[in-house]
């Protein structure tokens, strides 16, 4: 019987609007477990001084561990701001994992210069192994933390300890080798131990997202179900009252669908289903636009600061497109036409809601069907008539 090798999920697998996703769920993780880690590193300080003060109480090592309680409150007030600039950046993955690396680098530099001075002529140089043994501690605390992302728990690792070795091997004279051997063990070693968990987090993360994906998604047509629908149209509402953008909303239903069925059968109905579906998805230009199978034969669209004019010619530009389906029976065309009602409005000029937008959108689609099917009519909301 053949072993059948386990394969875990891979970043490579998602598509580019996954891969952002998942670059973006990982910068919050990063934030979020950054921020205890600066307040175990001011504990651990007040933790060590208290011991170093309690075994030496000259006013030389008092001084030094005042002037070090300053540098680490100064760094972590910095890491602390860099981290929330970069939680305002959480979108743009390149700007947030740059004011992530400094916070970060920041921190661990300042313990790591802290633990190398501990190996110069300084009064912290009695306390050299309590300080290693704090150093170390907390690095493999923060390399198992920042697991998340291989490139920070290098960074975590290196910052803490690199600076004990240059200080060893470059300055003093007297290397202590079971010292310097001691920690590059330790930093191969974090290094080694937390490869799995990385790769282990990074395949929770994808999973979590393809199974995401398939909740999100109708079986049928490959576009998103009713459920996404509706929170991604609550969605982009915040967003355009954030940015004081416009919002459009298209729903469309395909003509005489009943009739196709009756006519063609249902497997025939469930081909031009697809068809449109396809033709939707190819008639919208940004990764951002939401086109989703509202019920039955309806779909919607949503899409987001684009003007009037240009909303209509996309809306037309799809009802050319399905126009043009070619779907055999017996080498007969099955007639396949929508009709499309679209409404925008802008968040700064009316009370912009779901079910303001909705509706309009309804009301123009009603009123395409009633005008002979097969066009697109529009309703913009105005302050005027959201006050009527």
Same mark, same amino acid.
């Given at each position: 019987?053949?072993?059948?090798?386990?394969?875990?999920?891979?970043?490579?697998?998602?598509?580019?609007?996954?891969?952002?996703?998942?670059?973006?769920?990982?910068?919050?993780?990063?934030? %979020?477990?950054? &921020?205890?880690?600066?307040?175990?590193?001011?504990?651990?300080?007040?933790?060590? $001084?208290?011991?170093?003060?309690? !075994?030496?109480?000259?006013?030389?090592?008092?001084?030094?561990?005042?002037?070090?309680?300053?540098?680490?409150?100064?760094?972590?007030?910095?890491?602390?701001?860099?981290?929330?600039?970069?939680?305002?950046?959480?979108?743009?993955?390149?700007?947030? /994992?740059?004011?992530?690396?400094?916070?970060?680098?920041?921190?661990?530099?300042?313990?790591?210069?802290?633990?190398?001075?501990?190996?110069?002529?300084?009064?912290?140089?009695?306390?050299?192994?309590?300080?290693?043994?704090?150093?170390?501690?907390?690095?493999?605390?923060?390399?198992?933390?920042?697991?998340?992302?291989?490139?920070?728990?290098?960074?975590?690792?290196?910052?803490?300890?690199?600076?004990?070795?240059?200080?060893?091997?470059?300055?003093?004279?007297? *290397?202590?080798?079971?010292?310097?051997?001691?920690?590059?063990?330790?930093?191969?070693?974090?290094?080694?131990?937390?490869? @799995?968990?990385?790769?282990?987090?990074?395949? %929770?993360?994808?999973?979590?997202?393809?199974?995401?994906?398939?909740? @999100?998604?109708?079986?049928?047509?490959?576009?998103?179900? !009713? /459920?996404?629908?509706?929170?991604?149209?609550?969605?982009?509402?915040? &967003?355009?009252? /954030?940015?004081?953008? &416009?919002?459009?909303?298209?729903?469309?239903?395909?003509?005489?669908?009943?009739?196709?069925?009756?006519?063609?059968?249902?497997?025939?109905?469930?081909?031009?289903?697809?068809?449109?579906? @396809?033709?939707?998805?190819?008639?919208?230009? !940004?990764?951002?636009?939401?086109?989703?199978?509202?019920?039955?034969?309806?779909?919607?669209?949503?899409?987001?600061?684009?003007?009037?004019?240009?909303?209509? /010619?996309?809306?037309?530009? *799809? &009802?050319?497109?399905?126009?043009?389906?070619?779907?055999?029976?017996?080498?007969?065309?099955?007639?396949?036409?929508?009709?499309?009602?679209?409404?925008?409005?802008?968040?700064?000029?009316?009370?912009?809601?779901?079910?303001?937008?909705?509706?309009?959108?309804?009301?123009?689609?009603?009123?395409?069907?009633?005008?002979?099917?097969?066009?697109?009519?529009?309703?913009?909301?105005? $302050?005027?008539?959201?006050?009527?």
């Amino acid at each position: 019987m053949k072993n059948k090798q386990f394969n875990m999920a891979s970043f490579d697998d998602l598509s580019d609007a996954q891969k952002d996703h998942c670059e973006m769920q990982i910068s919050e993780d990063l934030i %979020a477990r950054s &921020r205890p880690g600066s307040i175990l590193v001011l504990l651990l300080w007040g933790c060590v $001084a208290w011991l170093i003060s309690s !075994r030496s109480d000259d006013a030389i090592t008092t001084q030094w561990l005042v002037n070090i309680s300053i540098v680490f409150l100064v760094s972590i007030g910095l890491r602390t701001y860099f981290i929330y600039v970069a939680s305002k950046h959480i979108t743009h993955t390149k700007v947030c /994992r740059f004011y992530i690396t400094l916070g970060l680098s920041i921190g661990c530099l300042a313990w790591g210069i802290m633990a190398a001075c501990s190996y110069l002529e300084t009064p912290l140089s009695t306390f050299q192994d309590l300080i290693l043994f704090a150093t170390v501690g907390l690095s493999a605390g923060g390399a198992v933390s920042f697991s998340a992302s291989r490139f920070y728990t290098y960074v975590y690792v290196l910052c803490m300890l690199v600076p004990i070795l240059i200080v060893e091997l470059f300055i003093t004279e007297g *290397m202590i080798s079971e010292k310097v051997t001691t920690v590059i063990i330790y930093i191969f070693g974090l290094l080694w131990v937390t490869v @799995n968990s990385s790769k282990e987090y990074m395949s %929770a993360r994808v999973s979590n997202i393809q199974l995401l994906e398939v909740s @999100n998604t109708d079986g049928l047509t490959g576009v998103k179900n !009713r /459920r996404y629908f509706d929170l991604q149209l609550e969605e982009e509402l915040q &967003r355009a009252r /954030r940015t004081e953008g &416009r919002i459009a909303l298209l729903i469309l239903d395909i003509d005489n669908f009943k009739k196709v069925n009756d006519d063609y059968g249902h497997i025939t109905g469930d081909q031009c289903l697809i068809a449109v579906a @396809n033709c939707l998805k190819n008639s919208v230009q !940004r990764i951002s636009d939401t086109v989703a199978r509202y019920g039955g034969e309806e779909f919607a669209i949503i899409i987001a600061n684009t003007d009037e004019d240009d909303c209509l /010619r996309i809306a037309e530009r *799809m &009802r050319t497109a399905v126009e043009g389906i070619q779907i055999l029976v017996k080498n007969v065309p099955v007639p396949l036409t929508i009709s499309i009602g679209v409404s925008q409005c802008k968040a700064t000029d009316v009370k912009c809601d779901a079910v303001s937008l909705l509706a309009a959108a309804d009301t123009a689609l009603y009123q395409a069907k009633e005008q002979g099917r097969n066009q697109v009519c529009n309703a913009t909301l105005s $302050a005027a008539n959201s006050s009527a």
